[in-house]
């Protein structure tokens, strides 16, 4: 059984289709690309799967469980985290504090103790840094621990989601497009991270326009285009397809697909 | 009978300004997603303005016109001076400008004006009219008169007028009128000139019915976005209908419960809408886009 | 943000202007205004929780401090309640009343809080002014002494302490807050609440916790006003005290704790200073709020740490 599944998701704005009938599923280790033209439908399937928007019809199971319809911070004690394709950075915060937050759920949490600043918070604070600060190395990005989040380049904020998603020790991390707006340097390092989470067993949902790093990285990849499900297969046997060729990579990429 | 019509007329003479204040801001709203709690300030400027330059021996219609104009004036100042420098905060810091604005209008009234509650004389006598055992005040037609004449006015201009058109695609999507070449800073500028001159008429014609006073416009503002919420936010139409009912709930309320407690229908109908609508009667549920 | 360093720091330089004052200014009157600034200091700390810390906006909050203050004039009078107990009955009575009233509106945006806590504190302010035969009306009521355990709680003197030492408690715990997994969930959801929610932030949840705390610091504000002055009105929870409040942690600078304190003093003790300052305080406090939200959106505080800050790498 896979680890996160979507059933039958549709979804329409006023009277817009913007998802119709969408399926996929995604096992431990495994990455899978979601991939396809502006306007495909691929933030909403991110948005809708992560519970940010409410399907209209079908279902979302995480890990054996029916999910649809769950708030976020629910899905995120479930084993969900996600960044954003337009970043969403705690900016007040340091960079390491943006990481602690991220440990929101693995904190025990005592408001009375908190308020009166016991040593059990003290001991609580402490080993939350720890764990931010090892993220931090594990992203590259322990030198700049301590300083404000806004002063941090973009691709380096890239990574700091990333950090921050995985200090919930999710079971399924969905990116939406990691490497959009970086330079090569930056998307190799990203490229590389993807790989070594995967690695460590969580499922990666992600999507991409950087045809390079999807061929590389991804185990599955799942075409979408005005909404509905156009291909999914392993990289090769889409990139050979000629429906996804007409309708996308003849369009849009098909040169970088080769080159890959 | 007689009673139920006079808490009818009443009510709908009242909700009629609240009508007003949803109005003005809706078109703010609309035009920027600020919500401006000064709003029930131009209320009262056209109310005290008009009471004082008629003091001074300004005829009526001239004195309404004066206080019009100076309310657009401040209108303007408002967006120009606080709102527009203030671009890029947010939504919550754009909210305490707007109160820091009504407050600092209000201070600035008490200044100028005094602290004492003031009337206008009735613009066609106050000889009541009889309508089925019910009394209505020829006033109320005034009002009623004057605020469906603004709202259909408003409502061809936005419709049939090229600048309305700019308004409606300002509010549609900002980044994409200007890049048609819209010029959105007169847009807004425009959306509080108009939001004034709609609060401050309103003002004007209530005030022979309902006194004024500096400091009326805090409550007026209150009012005013309930009846908003109720109609649901950014709706025109729910605007006008959710003032009109507001006002109705306020005045039933008042006869047949407690006219101490008349205030708080306001806020018993915020909460009410929170609780069981949060979209309003007529509003469409928004999507935030990440 | 406050590690434990920089929160010793502070408290123990509060410590030292709490000392300081007496010494500079011995005077009864001083000591009274002096109390003062440390009762407004406490209402508004509990708000810069609620706007610096998790960026939400209440715009009714003196109706809380109203319910803390008529509570504790209350209690004596018509149950033959200990003051202490009755301001505690007030503090869980405003904490009981956030938590309802904050409940279906903190899952929404920042202007339904703002325009919901406004009618709120027009409402308390309301039925404060009408109920006369409970709460005496407009003309306000007395509030009987305070003695613990035959102990007559009296004089200026007396009252600048026991502020004063409220202020710091009230100091020490915000500070806890700030850093505490909790606190930094609140700063969190200020910058983005979906960010917030996707690590598992329940957003209306800590929204709602952080209202009644501020609420709770409101209260207790509001039985120490009504204990201190031994007579209370219902200006405590008007409109204009709100946006006083308001107007003491913008001024002070929003998300500073200490900014709160100073913003506070300055504007308990401007009015005593300039007599003028009553017959223009909406005009200023509207002046101030929006010179500081446009153009020192800083405000006090952090403006100077940040000034202090670019002096010594320099």
Redesign the interface.
């Known amino acids: 059984m896979s680890l996160l599944s979507a059933h039958g998701i549709s979804i329409a704005f006023g009277g817009l289709r913007a998802l119709e009938d969408v399926s996929f599923s995604v096992d431990a280790g495994e990455v899978l690309a979601i991939i396809g033209p502006n306007g495909a439908g691929k933030t909403t399937l991110f948005n809708i799967v992560s519970g940010l928007y409410r399907a209209q019809s079908g279902r979302v199971m995480l890990a054996g469980r029916d999910v649809t319809g769950l708030p976020p911070h629910r899905l995120a004690a479930l084993g969900l985290a996600r960044t954003f394709q337009n970043l969403q950075i705690f900016f007040r915060m340091s960079v390491l504090e943006n990481v602690m937050v991220g440990r929101h759920l693995k904190e025990r949490r005592q408001l009375v103790a908190e308020l009166l600043g016991l040593p059990s918070v003290l001991r609580e604070n402490s080993a939350t840094r720890e764990a931010a600060r090892d993220l931090l190395a594990f992203v590259g990005l322990a030198e700049r621990a301590h300083e404000p989040a806004q002063s941090l380049p973009y691709g380096a904020l890239k990574r700091l989601e990333i950090a921050r998603a995985l200090a919930c020790e999710p079971k399924v991390l969905m990116l939406d497009e990691p490497a959009a707006g970086c330079n090569p340097v930056e998307t190799e390092e990203i490229d590389r991270l993807i790989v070594a989470i995967a690695r460590k067993g969580v499922a990666v949902v992600l999507v991409e326009h950087d045809m390079k790093l999807v061929m590389r990285i991804s185990d599955r990849v799942l075409v979408l285009d005005q909404g509905r499900v156009l291909a999914q297969g392993r990289p090769q046997e889409v990139r050979a397809d000629p429906r996804v060729i007409a309708a996308y990579l003849g369009r849009h990429g098909l040169a970088s697909a080769h080159a890959a | 009978m007689a009673e139920f019509l006079q808490l009818l007329f009443a009510g709908l003479t009242i909700g009629a300004v609240y009508a007003l204040v949803a109005l003005g801001f809706t078109l703010i709203f609309q035009a920027s997603e600020v919500i401006n709690f000064a709003q029930g300030e131009f209320v009262m400027l056209g109310g005290m303005v008009t009471v004082f330059a008629y003091k001074a021996g300004v005829p009526l219609p001239l004195a309404a016109l004066f206080a019009v104009a100076l309310a657009v004036v401040v209108g303007v100042a408002l967006q120009r001076l606080a709102i527009e420098p203030a671009k890029g905060a947010s939504v919550v810091a754009i909210i305490i400008v707007t109160i820091g604005a009504s407050i600092l209008i209000r201070g600035i009234a008490q200044i100028v004006f005094d602290k004492q509650f003031h009337a206008l004389p009735a613009f066609s006598g106050d000889e009541p009219i009889r309508l089925l055992g019910a009394a209505i005040l020829p006033q109320s037609l005034w009002v009623l008169f004057g605020a469906a004449v603004i709202v259909l006015g408003l409502r061809l201009f936005m419709e049939r007028t090229l600048f309305g058109a700019a308004v409606r695609a300002t509010a549609a999507n900002r980044l994409a009128a200007e890049l048609v070449g819209i010029d959105t800073r007169r847009v807004l500028a425009f959306a509080f000139a108009v939001s004034a001159a709609i609060g401050a008429i309103g003002g004007i014609l209530v005030t022979p019915i309902t006194l004024t006073s500096y400091a009326v416009g805090t409550l007026l503002a209150l009012k005013g976005f309930a009846a908003a919420m109720l109609g649901g936010i950014g709706s025109p139409v729910g605007a006008v209908l959710g003032g009109l009912l507001l006002g109705l709930l306020e005045s039933f309320a008042a006869g047949w419960i407690s006219s101490t407690y008349k205030d708080a229908v306001a806020f018993i109908v915020i909460l009410l809408v929170l609780f069981v609508l949060p979209q309003g009667l007529f509003g469409r549920r928004a999507i935030e886009r990440v | 943000?406050t590690g434990?360093r920089s929160?010793l720091i502070l408290l123990s330089s509060l410590l030292a202007v709490l000392v300081v004052v007496p010494l500079l200014f011995p005077s009864a009157f001083h000591l009274r205004v002096a109390a003062l600034v440390w009762i407004n200091a406490i209402a508004a700390l509990g708000l810069a929780l609620v706007?610096g810390l998790a960026?939400?906006?209440s715009?009714g909050h003196a109706g809380f401090m109203g319910i803390g203050a008529y509570a504790t004039a209350l209690g004596p009078r018509h149950f033959g309640l200990d003051p202490l107990l009755s301001m505690a009955l007030g503090v869980i009575g405003a904490a009981v009343l956030a938590l309802l009233?904050g409940r279906?509106?903190l899952?929404?945006?920042?202007?339904?809080l703002?325009?919901?806590t406004?009618?709120?504190g027009?409402?308390v302010h309301?039925v404060l002014v009408?109920e006369v035969a409970i709460t005496g009306g407009p003309d306000g009521i007395q509030v009987p002494r305070l003695v613990v355990a035959g102990w007559r709680v009296v004089g200026p003197e007396v009252w600048y302490w026991i502020t004063g030492v409220c202020l710091i408690l009230a100091t020490?715990?915000a500070?806890?807050?700030e850093?505490?997994?909790?606190?930094?969930?609140l700063?969190?959801l200020?910058?983005?609440e979906?960010?917030?929610?996707?690590?598992?932030?329940?957003?209306a949840r800590h929204k709602l916790?952080v209202f009644v705390l501020a609420a709770v610091y409101a209260a207790i504000a509001g039985g120490l006003l009504a204990l201190l002055n031994r007579f209370v009105t219902p200006d405590v929870a008007s409109?204009?005290r709100s946006?006083e409040l308001?107007?003491m942690v913008?001024i002070g600078g929003m998300?500073s704790m200490m900014g709160a304190i100073v913003g506070a003093a300055l504007l308990t003790v401007l009015p005593q200073a300039l007599t003028f300052f009553h017959?223009?305080?909406?005009?200023?406090?509207?002046?101030?709020?929006?010179l500081f939200?446009?153009?020192l959106?800083q405000g006090i505080v952090p403006g100077l740490l940040s000034l202090f800050a670019r002096w010594r790498s320099a």
């Open positions: 943000m434990p929160k706007m960026g939400q906006v715009l009233v279906p509106i899952r929404l945006k920042g202007h339904y703002a325009v919901a406004l009618g709120l027009i409402l309301l009408s020490w715990i500070l806890n807050l850093d505490s997994s909790t606190g930094r969930a700063r969190a200020h910058d983005s979906i960010a917030a929610s996707v690590v598992g932030v329940d957003v916790l409109f204009l946006i308001v107007t913008v998300g017959e223009y305080e909406h005009a200023v406090l509207g002046l101030l709020i929006i939200m446009v153009f959106r």
